[in-house]
């Protein structure tokens, strides 16, 4: 069941991050979703780094420390996927 939370948890925060960050993406909708994903994960464990415990089930803290990772790596993606 964790990965499935993972999933969702990342689609939604990668549609929330696309909202937050708006803008012409290189790879289009599928990408950001997949960075969202991404960035539930890396949200997750720098959360857990930073001791403010670990990202568990789908919860309010959960979604937020996803949407926060999400739009790191969006912008990070942005700043070297984009082309001069």
């Not at 949200?43 to 996803?66: E, R």
């Amino acid at each position: 069941m964790g990965i499935i939370t993972w999933i969702i948890v990342g689609l939604i925060a990668g549609a929330i991050a696309k909202a937050i960050h708006p803008g012409k993406d290189p790879g289009g909708f599928i990408v950001t979703i997949l960075i969202g994903i991404a960035g539930a994960v890396v949200g997750g464990w720098i959360s857990s780094m930073l001791g403010y415990g670990t990202v568990d089930g789908f919860n309010i803290g959960s979604l937020f420390v996803a949407i926060l990772g999400a739009v790191i790596l969006l912008f990070i993606y942005r700043k070297f996927s984009t082309r001069s």
